[in-house]
């Protein structure tokens, strides 16, 4: 389909096919690497009881994105069209999956992730600025934080684009500088420079057989790894999407595992696994063993970019979900629309970041954290059955007849669907987050229920 041609053959505005190879690889990229890598590494590392088992655990989460990577890349081929994702839901299991999914993404898991990525964002611009803001403040600068990008991102597909390209580069940079960091300075450190104060006394020691403790620290682990499903999200927009969404999802995974190795390595080598454990700062604690105060600012200021390359990757793939839901009648119809010049879902884009503005006014920081922590977890149940969807949907299209075939069919993704459901299963078992769980559930029945409600009288749509 050429830059104006509608996907489904009008004359109206549609999405344009802009997206380079780099762009869509960034957009993975940028969707996995969050905040997450700067702090989760802590809970892995306290989990798995040694630095040895915590970096296993690194190398099996690396290896099982590797397989949903192989699994997404030829999905994503199959369904080269805006909301990708959302089409292989609905045509492995039925439209009200697809349309629950949908709706609690919007409503709950990207609306929520938006406001508390621009909170983080602006909480941590202020560390560098050396300001304290009030909690008012925060909010006042989180909310217009995430209308600037918004528009950004309305404004056209090119400027959220290059957002996402810059803020991509400087994560990867400030990962990078942090290995060389440990590779230069660690060697000459002495186990009472790499250990700060506070671990010495809170030093945890393995308190489970090292499987479990491996399989428990894989739960945070795979949740850093997480989001690579996104640039299904923009399968509309991407020139060339049969070659272009395989390799970026197979290179941005790739790159994506290698980096986090590295500073996992880093971490542990400047802080020992006491400290890495014990840490709450991670990343700034570590590079202050060697650079002091003025490296936690720098790392301060690498979160924040960091953050906003987050928020930018929401605000610029969720949107499409919106639109291809609205294509096929199940939401209002100003939803399914493009602008006419600049050739981007700006009610979509508009309605999501509403959305993230409304969680925060209501809910505030506390409600918000809460509605993610169930909803989040949920959201890996759709996770899990997008891997499983390769499996179903080869009744229809046989794994010979597609697009692009990964090796390893049907192994890789069967393997991928259940490494991701014991994934899900252990953070239920948690009992820290099994309240906030229910909460998730709640809403996918919210959900259902207003899909029920909607088409209780109407023909359902033609999604040929």
């Avoid at 997206?19 to 702090?39: E, M, N, Q, Y």
């Avoid at 610029?316 to 096929?328: E, H, N, Q, S, V």
């Avoid at 409600?367 to 080869?394: C, E, H, I, R």
């Amino acid at each position: 389909m050429s830059g104006g041609e509608s996907e489904h053959g009008s004359d109206e505005p549609a999405l344009r096919r802009e997206l380079s190879v780099f762009d869509a690889t960034a957009v993975v990229i940028g969707a996995i690497i969050g905040v997450g890598i700067f702090f989760t590494p802590s809970t892995v590392a306290g989990t798995a009881g040694s630095g040895g088992l915590a970096l296993t655990t690194w190398v099996i989460g690396g290896l099982i994105a590797m397989l949903g990577a192989m699994t997404f890349a030829e999905l994503g081929a199959l369904v080269p069209r805006a909301g990708g994702q959302y089409e292989l839901l609905r045509d492995a299991y039925g439209p009200a999956t697809g349309f629950v999914y949908v709706v609690c993404n919007a409503t709950a898991t990207q609306g929520g992730a938006i406001g508390i990525i621009a909170l983080v964002c602006v909480d941590n611009l202020a560390v560098v600025a050396g300001v304290d803001l009030s909690p008012a403040l925060a909010l006042i600068s989180a909310i217009a934080l995430t209308l600037v990008v918004a528009l950004a991102n309305a404004w056209g597909l090119r400027s959220g684009a290059r957002i996402q390209n810059l803020t991509v580069i400087a994560k990867l940079g400030t990962l990078v500088a942090i290995a060389l960091v440990a590779l230069i300075f660690a060697p000459g450190l002495s186990p009472a420079e790499a250990l700060p104060d506070a671990a010495a006394s809170q030093a945890p020691g393995p308190s489970l057989h090292p499987v479990a403790a491996v399989a428990a620290a894989l739960v945070p682990t795979l949740f850093t790894f997480g989001g690579w499903q996104q640039v299904l999200w923009m399968g509309g927009e991407v020139r060339e999407p049969e070659r272009t969404m395989p390799r970026s999802i197979l290179g941005g995974v790739l790159v994506v595992v290698v980096v986090y190795l590295a500073a996992n390595w880093a971490y542990l080598s400047l802080l020992d696994h006491a400290g890495v454990a014990s840490s709450e700062t991670l990343a700034a604690d570590a590079v202050a063993v060697i650079f002091g105060e003025p490296g936690r600012r720098a790392i301060a200021l690498a979160v924040a970019i960091s953050a906003l390359g987050v928020l930018n990757a929401q605000l610029l793939t969720g949107p499409r979900l919106l639109y291809a839901l609205a294509r096929d009648g199940q939401l209002l119809p100003i939803l399914g629309r493009v602008h006419a010049t600049r050739g981007t879902p700006v009610p979509a884009i508009a309605l999501l970041a509403g959305t993230a503005v409304a969680l925060l006014l209501v809910a505030g920081e506390e409600g918000v954290n809460f509605l993610l922590n169930g909803v989040v977890l949920v959201d890996g149940v759709f996770f899990v059955l997008t891997g499983f969807a390769s499996l179903v949907l080869a009744r229809t299209t046989p794994h010979a007849d597609r697009p692009v075939r990964m090796p390893g069919f049907p192994w890789v993704p069967a393997l991928f669907g259940l490494a991701e459901l014991g994934v899900v299963i252990g953070a239920w078992l948690n009992p820290d987050v099994r309240g906030a769980a229910f909460v998730g559930v709640a809403w996918i029945l919210g959900a259902l229920g207003l899909y029920l409600w909607r088409n209780r009288a109407r023909p359902q749509p033609n999604t040929d």
